[in-house]
């Protein structure tokens, strides 16, 4: 199995992870194979990618931190709390009331599944559409930031405040107009003020819910200001920011900047990495940022590599703690010629070799190799 993108699918592949529309509805169920008009479709609704069995990998699987149904739930509830366009803040309010209980289940859930694969690396990234990321970045950043919190050997109890303050910490947004949010150009000045209120807007809605304790509810005031004192609103710096938000604010950007938006595309896994580690004790908490960066791999299963020797490969396993190091099977030699039952290589073992780039598309190997399938 393997994440191509939209624009490299070819009719024949199969689909190895399902594929929703923007209602939750499965749009392909697993094992479909692809046809030029469900190619055509997936483009139409703006899907980037999709998980297939395209014959390189057919012996690995790439699951999830959490449970189909539950990750599927818990974009659902997001999605019934905010997602009619140009709600009041009033029936807001009502509906996080009467969801509270529900909301507070599906974070619990989490938790414990988390908690019980607390050593798998997030290999898996998030399929989504234009029309449906505020949903599926709120629960991600919910799974990303409650994993950072396993790393920093919170409690259950602490664990799930902290789930429930990220999964709503983009709940002010439903006061911002989507014309303005999903706006493809730069922001004016009045609109960018304007985003920027989606802070208070959500502390205010959380705090008034009573769904949670004021804790989660600063998560949502405070998960844009930056450990440099560079952040909105308030320019907060370093510890004087909530631990919560701190892991939030690292979580955020790491889910905005590998997800496609209107107004650019997504930063590939090792790019994006890079970019978060970089900013550790800068922009973000150095601590909370190896942290977090300890589930993250940098080239995530099924992610096709160059290696220095010229050799092709693919990665089929991520260690926790070797985020930058990899276990590839070669699927090609330095020659272009495809490999049977190729040599697994574990980059943190054997250092003579590492990665050189990655190729996105298979199409890119099979132009040159001629492997086909
Ligand atoms: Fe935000």
Redesign the pocket.
């Known amino acids: 199995m393997r994440k191509i993108s939209t624009y490299s699918l070819y009719p024949g592949l199969e689909v190895a992870r399902p594929v929703y529309n923007k209602n939750g509805q499965p749009l392909l169920a697993k094992g479909t194979i692809l046809t030029e008009r469900f190619i055509e479709r997936l483009k139409e609704l703006g899907i980037p990618s999709l998980y297939v069995e395209d014959g390189l990998l057919p012996d690995i699987e790439i699951d999830d931190v959490i449970s189909e149904e539950t990750r599927t739930n818990a974009v659902s509830l997001v999605r019934s709390l905010m997602g009619e366009k140009g709600q009041e803040p009033g029936a807001v309010l009502k509906k996080a009331t009467i969801l509270g209980k529900e909301l507070a289940a599906t974070v619990f859930e989490i938790v414990d599944q988390l908690l019980m694969n607390r050593n798998t690396m997030v290999n898996l990234v998030d399929i989504r559409s234009h029309d449906q990321y505020t949903f599926n970045h709120s629960v991600n950043v919910c799974v990303l930031s409650v994993l950072t919190g396993i790393a920093m050997g919170y409690s259950r109890d602490r664990l799930g405040l902290l789930a429930m303050g990220s999964l709503l910490?983009?709940v002010g947004k439903i006061r911002i107009p989507p014309e303005i949010l999903n706006k493809p150009g730069k922001l004016s000045a009045e609109e960018y003020e304007l985003v920027k209120m989606?802070c208070q807007f959500g502390f205010e809605i959380i705090k008034s819910s009573e769904v949670t304790d004021i804790v989660a509810a600063s998560i949502s005031l405070q998960?844009?200001e930056r450990y440099d004192g560079q952040g909105y609103p308030h320019r907060l710096k370093e510890k004087k920011i909530h631990e919560f938000s701190r892991i939030v604010g690292v979580v955020?950007t790491y889910d905005a900047v590998t997800s496609d938006r209107v107004y650019r595309k997504a930063f590939p896994p090792h790019e994006a990495y890079e970019l978060i580690s970089g900013a550790g004790g800068h922009l973000f908490d150095y601590e909370i940022t190896r942290a977090f960066l300890s589930y993250i791999p940098a080239y995530p299963v099924g992610t096709i590599v160059i290696l220095n020797t010229n050799e092709v490969g693919a990665v089929v396993e991520n260690v926790r703690g070797y985020s930058k190091f990899p276990r590839v099977r070669i699927l090609f030699d330095p020659y272009g010629k495809y490999v049977e039952n190729g040599k697994e290589i574990w980059l943190a073992e054997k250092t003579e070799y590492y990665v050189v780039r990655t190729v996105e598309n298979v199409a890119d190997v099979q132009r040159r190799t001629g492997k086909n399938r």
């Open positions: 910490h983009d989606h998960h844009h955020d």
